[in-house]
DNA sequence: CGGCTGGTTGATTGGTTTCAACAAGCGTGG
DNA sequence: CCACGCTTGTTGAAACCAATCAACCAGCCG
């Protein structure tokens, strides 16, 4: 269970030994991403698609010469196409917010793959349908929920996203983003994000310090955000 | 040319008329949605989806008691998965903003017509690409746009999609939505929307007036709302 | 040590919300 | 037919949340 993407998968519908074996064979060419660069586009092979293997990256889209938006978060497991920035290299970037290991998989066999093993398949497809359900739900964020309550819900994303790939505790999890990545990410400014971390730490409900996440209070952070894990789908277990 | 599914498929990548009779034949069991209700999920087929027909529909999100975020907008020719609500039910709908057809396309049809016909099944991932990136643009506006760049923006991304979809003239196009929807899209108040809306009128950008919209200056709304409409992915023509 | 990044704090400004009232349009029923 | 209620749009004043600006602190590293 070294591999977080093939734990992640397993989340979505069970998957065989064989399963886990086709996965791994998937995997190809391995790379290495230093902290704070951008990751390039993979180009010639449109259907690629890379496998985060360890570290923190991000979509981010640059508004005019001052403004940038964090628009997704990718972690250990998830999948990310860099076709999707083909098109639009332009404004559209992936870049590593840690030191970041990628693994490329191309179109022809992930194609392969998901016609052989159909669990592998219909994991992939959900994964994709979660990662919407999570691009919409940081929309809703945006749109309706207050400072503090965005930080809430995002702190309760995240730690469930990472206990899914066993690199949670159930209180604790890594943590290496900036007050300025959060600001980015949630639509304020770094100072207001620290007040509000502040207020967060006065109510009991988490502490953030030396990049590490203690959540003190789930249940009341999971309330204050109105967070429901439902969109994220994983099964029990 | 009566279909706008057909249409906008087109606008991806060209397709025959062989691929045309298809994607007609796909189409099933047609209905019609009044005006401010919801649409049903579709029980039994998880992966079937809907094709809008005519009018227009949105997804959104209920928070609490009185909060509610209109995650996405549905515009005839668009295509949405229910089944990517089956698992949320109770806190995610997709809901008909004037009266709506739609039609089915099931989950098998959807894969015999794109494994027969592989232009199809491009143009529909493409048609799935670019939804995703309509998606992280909403996310973009709501994070860092002010509120008269989003409404700017939102005008110019959907003249371009009515626009690929032969509902849009050079400058006019329809605009069912209330203010109060607007508000709930762009998370802002109705009042402030309203106050917005004049401030575009004042500066001879657009007007909107018994549900429709004219742009007077589209290069001049394109420049204020930082819009790049290759994130769409329409090929020219 | 010096310089850098990341975090913290205070005072001020400003964009939006909130609350409240009112106007315009429209369909319905007395 | 007009009255009525309802939705949609409009306006003003006050309150508030978050941005801005600016200064300062702590830790880290060459």
């Avoid at 979660?130 to 919409?136: K, L, M």
């Avoid at 809703?140 to 995002?154: D, Q, T």
């Avoid at 505790?169 to 600001?183: G, K, M, S």
């Amino acid at each position: 269970m070294s591999c977080e993407l093939e734990q992640k998968l397993s989340r979505y519908t069970p998957l065989s030994n064989d399963d886990r074996q086709e996965l791994r064979r998937a995997l190809g060419r391995e790379r290495t991403i230093v902290a704070r660069t951008e990751i390039p586009a993979e180009s010639g092979d449109p259907s690629a698609v890379y496998a985060i293997l360890s570290g923190w990256a991000c979509r981010s889209r640059q508004i005019g010469d001052n403004r940038k938006q964090i628009v997704s978060l990718l972690l250990p497991g998830d999948l990310c196409d860099p076709n999707a920035f083909l098109l639009q290299r332009a404004d559209h970037t992936i870049s590593a917010l840690t030191p970041v290991t990628v693994a490329r998989i191309s179109g022809a066999m992930l194609r392969e793959v998901t016609t052989l093993n159909p669990s592998l398949g219909l994991a992939i497809h959900r994964e994709g349908l979660a990662t919407a359900a999570v691009q919409r739900e940081w929309t809703v964020s945006l749109g309706c929920r207050s400072g503090i309550e965005r930080l809430a819900h995002l702190f309760c994303e995240l730690h469930c996203r990472l206990k899914a790939v066993g690199l949670a505790t159930e209180t604790t999890c890594p943590f290496p983003l900036t007050q300025h990545d959060l600001a980015r990410m949630l639509g304020q400014t770094s100072v207001h994000i620290n007040r509000t971390l502040q207020e967060l730490r006065g109510l009991r409900l988490v502490s953030l310090r030396a990049r590490q996440l203690t959540i003190h209070d789930l249940t009341g952070l999971a309330k204050m955000a109105h967070f429901n894990p439902v969109y994220l789908r994983f099964t029990a277990g």
